[in-house]
């Protein structure tokens, strides 16, 4: 008989369009006394094997007041890495403040003007204060860690006989930055990732080391991501110091790593750090920041001026005088002034709850992939999922203690022949349970092919290659199911996600869902 998952065509993710907006969606959903006797016993359980749990209870009571919208509509958000959860708390405060206040343009000197540049400054400072910066940083405000990466990768003064380096393992923001230095004449060198993400740290000295720039006119660039996005590695943040010793700027995306890991820039003086507000607190989305040394800005070219980035222009002619403070020079036009209080909010409210989560998301960690790890199908005894990324290498214990990877689990899941499901099946299925998570390569295209074993096929591609035709030439769909856990993740979210795992290894309820997802219109979308 035919496996129907080796056959099967379903070539777009289409789930039901949204039902309307009903009473019943913001109401606590109460589980049968059946399902409440088997959860509390779980619960009890995990709380047994991790007591260390119990001294995160500050997130518990956060989950009940600023999450408390998540049990309310019945949805398991674990797509942490995406975007955080907006504390409600937060978005209130905000907006009360701008209920409240007159503010206007931060280029002027009007009342309402110096209201918003006093909330920029007030910003700028509590960053600093937050990644504990030294004398000698200053931050630029952008629309997020893409622009951040983009605004230091096209001022970046590469030339012939410059050096770019960089982990395969990263996120497309920073191997964009390999345009510019292409472009200039610049050498593009890649640390290979290893099977579970990231690189080995003498690799990567290697290359370094035999790549490390010839003399100070040539400018050379060491990208560093901290934390992969699709991996789960944490890269160690001491090579920076390394390839600094080597005559590199460096440059450090802390996306994926801000949001659960204390940074200092103390201890871990990097040229310049790309953060995304939204993902460490989850408001407000749209603004971003470059944190950056001042002597690194002194090297960077800009190529272009814009309005707010300058003192002087001589029209006609070819004169101008840049802006007097640093940061002004690279903050294009106006900057979002309207959000930057509650970025000065959010960073205190972070710093109140981040000392608890890697021992939290520790134990939740452990409980998800070993429960993960043991699912087998109920016809064939085989896996139901194949977990791919880097696991924590070992169990916190107290509070204040680092992991050595982050809170991701890449996977895929399997047929009860080992074969794998597509991933646009999991995802319409999940979004039917109300569960958020995420599906594909993650914008992370070598670590995807480092999890799925296919850096074989990358290197054959040729100019002008779609993503179908990539997935023709491997054969299946492309990428992982990614589950990722964050400030607002708990139990409940651990457990239900376990439980739909289950789901997935009972032929009957299976093969179920498996009908439903054929039955949808193609081309009908999220």
């Known amino acids: 008989m035919r496996d129907p998952y080796l056959?099967?065509?379903h070539p777009v993710l289409s789930v039901p369009p949204p039902a309307p907006p009903s009473l019943s969606a913001y109401i606590p959903l109460a589980p049968s006394k059946s399902q409440q006797g088997n959860a509390a016993q779980a619960y009890a359980a995990f709380v047994k094997a991790f007591p260390e749990y119990q001294n995160t209870w500050i997130i518990d009571t956060l989950r009940r007041t600023d999450f408390s919208r998540l049990n309310r509509a019945g949805e398991t958000y674990v797509d942490y890495m995406g975007g955080a959860q907006h504390p409600e708390s937060l978005v209130r405060v905000h907006g009360d403040f701008l209920t409240h206040s007159v503010m206007g343009n931060t280029h002027s000197v009007s009342n309402s003007s110096r209201l918003s540049s006093k909330c920029a400054d007030e910003a700028r400072e509590a960053v600093l204060?937050?990644?504990?910066?030294?004398?000698?940083?200053?931050?630029?405000?952008?629309?997020?860690?893409?622009?951040?990466?983009?605004?230091?990768?096209?001022?970046?003064?590469?030339?012939?006989?410059s050096t770019f380096v960089l982990g395969a393992d990263s996120h497309n923001s920073v191997h964009g930055i390999r345009e510019f230095a292409a472009r200039r004449g610049a050498q593009v060198h890649y640390i290979p990732s290893t099977s579970t993400g990231g690189f080995t740290p003498s690799t990567a000295k290697d290359l370094l080391r035999t790549n490390r720039p010839p003399s100070s006119s040539a400018p050379s660039l060491f990208a560093l991501t901290g934390q992969s996005n699709i991996t789960n590695a944490k890269n160690p943040l001491s090579i920076l110091q390394y390839a600094s010793s080597l005559g590199y700027h460096t440059l450090?995306?802390?996306?994926?790593?801000?949001?659960?890991?204390?940074?200092?820039?103390?201890?871990?003086?990097?040229?310049?750090?790309?953060i995304s507000f939204y993902k460490m607190f989850g408001y407000p989305t749209g603004v971003g920041a470059l944190v950056v040394k001042e002597s690194f800005l002194e090297v960077l070219e800009r190529p272009w001026f814009a309005g707010g980035t300058v003192d002087v222009v001589q029209v006609p002619g070819t004169l101008v005088t840049r802006a007097p403070k640093l940061y002004e020079r690279f903050e294009d036009g106006t900057i979002n002034y309207l959000t930057l209080s509650a970025v000065t909010d959010g960073l205190r409210f972070l710093s109140a709850y981040l000392p608890f989560l890697p021992l939290r998301l520790s134990c939740l960690m452990h409980l998800l992939t070993s429960s993960l790890a043991r699912l087998r199908h109920d016809t064939t005894g085989t896996p139901v999922v194949k977990i791919l990324s880097r696991l924590p290498s070992r169990r916190l214990k107290s509070i204040g203690e680092q992991s050595d990877a982050g809170s991701t689990v890449s996977l895929i899941f399997l047929s009860p022949t080992g074969e794998m499901l597509p991933n646009s099946f999991i995802e319409y299925i999940a979004t039917t349970q109300n569960i958020s998570l995420r599906t594909g390569c993650m914008c992370n295209p070598g670590g995807a092919a480092s999890l799925l074993g296919?850096?074989?096929?990358?290197?054959?591609?040729?100019?002008?290659?779609?993503?179908?035709?990539?997935?023709?030439?491997?054969g299946r769909e492309l990428g992982v199911v990614r589950i990722s856990l964050g400030l607002g993740s708990d139990w409940g979210d651990v457990w239900r996600v376990i439980k739909f795992a289950e789901g997935l290894g009972e032929e009957r309820r299976r093969m179920g869902w498996w009908d439903a997802w054929m039955e949808v219109p193609i081309g009908q979308a999220v």
């Open 454 to 474: 296919i850096q074989d096929f990358m290197g054959r591609l040729c100019s002008g290659v779609t993503l179908k035709d990539f997935e023709t030439i491997v």
């Open 129 to 161: 204060s937050f990644f504990k910066a030294p004398p000698g940083y200053t931050v630029i405000f952008t629309a997020n860690a893409t622009g951040a990466l983009k605004l230091a990768g096209e001022a970046f003064p590469f030339k012939e006989g």
């Open 7 to 9: 056959y099967a065509s």
């Open 252 to 274: 450090l995306d802390a996306a994926a790593l801000a949001p659960t890991s204390v940074i200092s820039l103390t201890e871990t003086p990097v040229d310049a750090m790309a």
